[in-house]
T-cell receptor, first 115, second 114 residues
Framework: EAEVAQSPRYKITEKSQAVAFWCDPISGHATLYWYRQILGQGPELLVQFQDESVVDDSQLPKDRFSAERLKGVDSTLKIQPAELGDSAMYLC?????????????FGAGSRLTVL | KNQVEQSPQSLIILEGKNCTLQCNYTVSPFSNLRWYKQDTGRGPVSLTIMTFSENTKSNGRYTATLDADTKQSSLHITASQLSDSASYICVVSAEETGFQKLVFGTGTRLLVSP
């Protein structure tokens, strides 16, 4: 069964350092999402791509977060500088992007701890 | 404001028992509603997805219902197993111009006890 690949699975860093997460969606999925999930809460959308274009980044803290999907396939989410409050699970998901009831497939996530 | 509220926040049941999780939403324009299961430390996995015209959908021991008039959904788990221990997240999709915007609930944490 096709999966969304994410790396690294775990990352520990000190505040003010730079962090990067990588996501490889399911082949052929046009829509890619980055979510942040704080322990005990539901996922919060950071950015949504349709192919290589950003369609929603209204909740992305743009002073420190950036995301790109240059060739419309894999994607990178960067945080610089990291802050203590950034400790969370970062989830990547992809879907076909077709109108209607398309299902998001999530990756296993990248757990970030900022010390 | 688009919102999804889930109840209870947490639940403990004995193995073999049934349970029902609730989801109320105020999302417009409604496109579809999904239930996800999230094991600790893992990404969510889709259980069911329902559109406006669907009232019920089953996936093994999981049965989801949708009442679009009252904007309520439920997830019923039959004959619970220890492996059902997880968070269950309700996600409602709003049809924005050109793409779907997803609104997540905070989830119900279920613990199935032996």
């Amino acid at each position: 069964e096709a999966e969304v690949a994410q790396s690294p699975r775990y990352k520990i860093t000190e505040k003010s350092q730079a962090v990067a997460f990588w996501c490889d969606p399911i082949s052929g999925h046009a829509t890619l999402y980055w979510y942040r999930q704080i322990l005990g809460q539901g996922p919060e959308l950071l950015v949504q791509f349709q192919d290589e274009s950003v369609v929603d980044d209204s909740q992305l803290p743009k002073d420190r977060f950036s995301a790109e999907r240059l060739k419309g396939v894999d994607s990178t989410l960067k945080i610089q500088p990291a802050e203590l409050g950034d400790s969370a699970m970062y989830l990547c998901a992809s879907s076909t992007g077709d109108p209607g009831a398309n299902v998001l497939t999530f990756g296993a996530g990248s757990r970030l701890t900022v010390l | 404001k688009n919102q999804v509220e889930q109840s209870p926040q947490s639940l403990i049941i004995l193995e073999g028992k049934n349970c029902t999780l609730q989801c109320n939403y105020t999302v417009s324009p409604f496109s579809n509603l999904r239930w996800y299961k999230q094991d600790t430390g893992r990404g969510p996995v889709s259980l069911t997805i329902m559109t406006f015209s669907e009232n019920t959908k089953s996936n093994g021991r999981y049965t989801a219902t949708l009442d679009a008039d009252t904007k309520q959904s439920s997830l019923h788990i039959t004959a619970s197993q220890l492996s059902d221990s997880a968070s269950y997240i309700c996600v409602v999709s709003a049809e924005e111009t050109g793409f779907q915007k997803l609104v997540f609930g905070t989830g119900t944490r279920l613990l199935v006890s032996p």
